[in-house]
């Protein structure tokens, strides 16, 4: 099938039992989300930042970051939500680019993506007890589960 989307990274064909189906449109998995994560940036920019931008610079900016500069596009959109969060004050497109490279973005982007891989293993676990922010409510009996793990 043909991926839909024009700026498909994998050669535009995509097979269909791996594809996502919107209608009659086929997608690669990372194509849909990259297109969903850019219309989602878009839609964040009108609703927390300026409901009239610029319309064309800021799908330029975007695309241009996520398409030319290869920022992963869920990322951007998480940046931006955490820099508008934490009291940035955007107000031109471009700075985009500054929410792109933004260190505490990008480190609390880290730390969600390794809460994704789970904690199975017993090595993780105690890496994730080094993590000095990382809430952790012991209630006696798993105190003990925990002691055990280390013994
Ligand atoms: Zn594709």
Redesign the pocket.
């Known amino acids: 099938m043909k ?1 839909r ?1 024009k700026h ?1 990274k ?1 050669g ?1 064909e ?1 097979d269909k039992d791996k594809a996502v189906q919107i209608g009659l449109s086929y ?2 998995p990372e ?1 849909y989300a990259e297109r969903e994560s850019i219309q989602k940036i878009i839609d964040t920019w009108h609703e927390r930042v300026d409901a009239y931008p610029m319309e064309a610079m800021l799908r330029k900016m975007v695309n241009d970051l996520v398409l030319k500069q290869n920022v992963n596009a869920e990322f951007l959109l998480f940046a931006l939500n955490y820099c508008l969060d934490h009291g940035w004050n955007l107000r031109h497109p471009a700075g985009l680019k500054a929410v792109s490279k933004d260190d505490k973005a990008h480190k609390a982007w880290d730390k969600k993506q390794n809460k994704k891989l789970g904690t199975k293993a017993a090595t993780k676990i105690t890496d994730e007890f080094r993590m000095d922010d990382t809430p952790f409510d012991f209630k006696p009996q798993k105190a003990v589960g925990f002691e055990d793990i280390l013994r």
Do not use: K, Q
Request: net charge neutral.
């Open positions: 991926c989307w498909c994998f535009g995509v997608f690669h194509c």
